[in-house]
């Protein structure tokens, strides 16, 4: 039954994947089916072995997985598609209090490898649209430039440490870290702002919008809100009035598909385990 499980999450993580590079969207059958099925064969699994532990761990990975994933939504991250993704996962994975479980190992592999897939993907966009990225950028640090002097200060402050101060190996090795991540982290920062600002924005008609979009503006009919960021996606409610209103175009900020990303951190969990075990 769990090798069952193991091909139930690959499934919905590909055509996830196809789909999310695609037209942008993860369809709910494909999530929904996900949480079912996984649910469900735990169910079965439990009554075959006569034990409550495989629907428990199910249950426990659905709650885990859709309290990160309403995090992740509300706070902006993630669209609906890759949160209701998140939660066929943990619905079919399970969470259990055993150190060497596939989940804790997904979850450290979808961080950093995450976080790798969405550089290199700003990387790419920041490339695609390199004459507006780089006079935003060069804007952005101008018009930071109080903000740019503090990780210099602290740079200083870091080197002068160093030099003055009788200090270990492993001290200095931090300082060393720290000299480098802080400029590092304040450019990096910048770089994100900008790619979003310079490509991750587009005008569509609302006949061209789907339920879910974040809409970048707030729109008004007659001194009335219909729709605007603090929406959290865009109802077909609201599609419905903004096409009655005759609405042209509508701004929306379009995200990175992550679900290629998940796919990537399972493939390499499956075949990998934990990389932090690797440090131990």
Same mark, same amino acid.
């Given at each position: 039954?769990?090798?069952?499980?193991?091909? %139930?999450?690959?499934? &919905?993580?590909?055509?996830?994947?196809? *789909?999310?590079?695609?037209?942008?969207? /993860?369809?709910?059958? +494909?999530?929904?089916?996900?949480?079912?099925?996984?649910?469900?064969?735990?169910?079965?699994?439990?009554?075959?072995?006569?034990?409550?532990?495989?629907?428990?761990?199910?249950?426990?990975? !659905?709650?885990? !997985?859709?309290?990160?994933? $309403?995090?992740?939504?509300?706070?902006?991250?993630?669209?609906?598609?890759?949160?209701?993704?998140?939660?066929? @996962?943990?619905? $079919?994975?399970?969470?259990?209090?055993?150190?060497?479980?596939?989940?804790?190992?997904?979850? %450290?592999?979808?961080?950093?490898?995450?976080?790798? #897939?969405?550089?290199?993907?700003?990387?790419?966009?920041?490339?695609?649209?390199?004459?507006?990225?780089?006079?935003?950028?060069?804007?952005?640090?101008?018009?930071?430039?109080?903000?740019?002097? &503090?990780?210099?200060?602290?740079?200083?402050?870091?080197?002068?440490?160093?030099?003055?101060?009788? &200090?270990?190996?492993?001290?200095?090795?931090? @300082?060393?870290?720290?000299?480098?991540?802080?400029?590092?982290?304040? #450019?990096? *920062?910048?770089?994100?702002? *900008?790619?979003?600002?310079?490509?991750?924005?587009?005008?569509?008609?609302?006949?061209? +919008? *789907?339920?879910?979009?974040?809409?970048?503006?707030? @729109?008004?009919?007659?001194?009335?809100?219909?729709?605007?960021?603090?929406? +959290?996606?865009?109802?077909?409610?609201? @599609?419905?009035?903004?096409?009655?209103?005759?609405?042209?175009?509508?701004? &929306?900020?379009?995200? /990175?598909?992550?679900?290629?990303?998940?796919?990537?951190?399972?493939?390499?969990?499956?075949?990998?385990?934990?990389?932090?075990?690797?440090?131990?």
């Amino acid at each position: 039954m769990w090798l069952v499980l193991i091909f %139930v999450v690959l499934f &919905v993580l590909l055509v996830g994947t196809i *789909t999310d590079l695609k037209i942008r969207e /993860i369809p709910d059958w +494909l999530t929904y089916g996900g949480v079912i099925a996984g649910l469900s064969l735990r169910l079965i699994w439990s009554v075959n072995e006569w034990s409550y532990v495989p629907v428990l761990e199910g249950v426990i990975g !659905f709650a885990g !997985f859709f309290l990160a994933a $309403c995090a992740l939504y509300y706070f902006g991250q993630w669209g609906g598609g890759d949160s209701k993704a998140l939660m066929a @996962i943990g619905a $079919c994975l399970g969470i259990n209090m055993d150190i060497n479980h596939i989940v804790l190992a997904f979850v %450290v592999n979808a961080i950093w490898i995450g976080g790798v #897939y969405g550089l290199i993907w700003s990387v790419v966009l920041a490339f695609k649209n390199w004459k507006k990225f780089k006079k935003e950028f060069r804007d952005k640090l101008h018009s930071h430039g109080m903000f740019r002097a &503090v990780p210099l200060i602290a740079l200083l402050v870091l080197v002068l440490v160093s030099v003055f101060m009788k &200090v270990d190996f492993v001290f200095k090795s931090m @300082i060393i870290a720290l000299v480098i991540l802080i400029p590092l982290f304040y #450019y990096l *920062t910048v770089f994100v702002r *900008t790619v979003e600002s310079v490509a991750m924005y587009r005008l569509v008609s609302p006949a061209e +919008l *789907t339920e879910g979009e974040w809409i970048a503006k707030d @729109i008004f009919v007659n001194k009335k809100r219909v729709c605007g960021p603090g929406d +959290l996606g865009v109802s077909e409610k609201q @599609i419905k009035e903004l096409k009655k209103a005759k609405i042209k175009k509508v701004l &929306v900020k379009i995200g /990175i598909p992550f679900v290629p990303s998940l796919l990537l951190a399972y493939v390499f969990t499956l075949f990998a385990g934990n990389p932090l075990f690797l440090l131990v």
